[in-house]
């Protein structure tokens, strides 16, 4: 009985194998090489704006508050300094799909890089009135990203 049933395993892989072609199977798209950062970033943000919530909820003091912050702020400098050493790591092509696969997700333009174009330093979060004096793509008080026309 085991004989069998091992023999028709082997000849199930067997067919299998010789019968199943590449080509009929479904393509997959390859996984973006930062993929997991990207998901790191967006979990980092969202830990921003739990912090914020909880401060406003008055949950956190102001000294906490500002060392989460803080700490997440530099966490999500050392991911986006990950992101640029890994697209730039990359092959042009695949740097440029990947760029355009990051960008498409993106609906407008960020208010951070309207603003350096026109020389302009200082951005001002539209959600919660935070100025910061360097561009940037998203707010560092409530996490939300800075879309939209420049102010």
Do not use: W
Not at 33 to 54: G, M, Q, T, W
Not at 66 to 89: C, G, M, P, W, Y
């Amino acid at each position: 009985m085991i004989v069998a049933s091992s023999i028709a395993v082997v000849v199930i892989v067997l067919l299998y194998v010789l019968l199943i072609r590449h080509s009929d199977l479904p393509y997959v798209e390859p996984v973006s090489p930062v993929a997991h950062l990207d998901e790191r970033k967006a979990a980092i943000f969202e830990n921003i704006r739990d912090s914020n919530f909880e401060f406003l909820m008055g949950k956190l003091s102001a000294e906490d508050y500002q060392q989460t912050k803080n700490d997440l702020q530099k966490e999500l400098a050392s991911v986006n300094a990950e992101i640029e050493s890994v697209l730039a790591a990359l092959s042009p092509s695949d740097a440029g799909q990947s760029g355009a696969r990051r960008k498409a997700t993106t609906k407008t333009e960020p208010v951070a890089l309207a603003a350096a174009a026109n020389g302009n330093s200082a951005v001002v979060c539209p959600h919660c009135n935070a100025t910061f004096a360097r561009p940037m793509r998203f707010c560092g008080e409530c996490g939300k990203p800075l879309e939209g026309e420049a102010q």
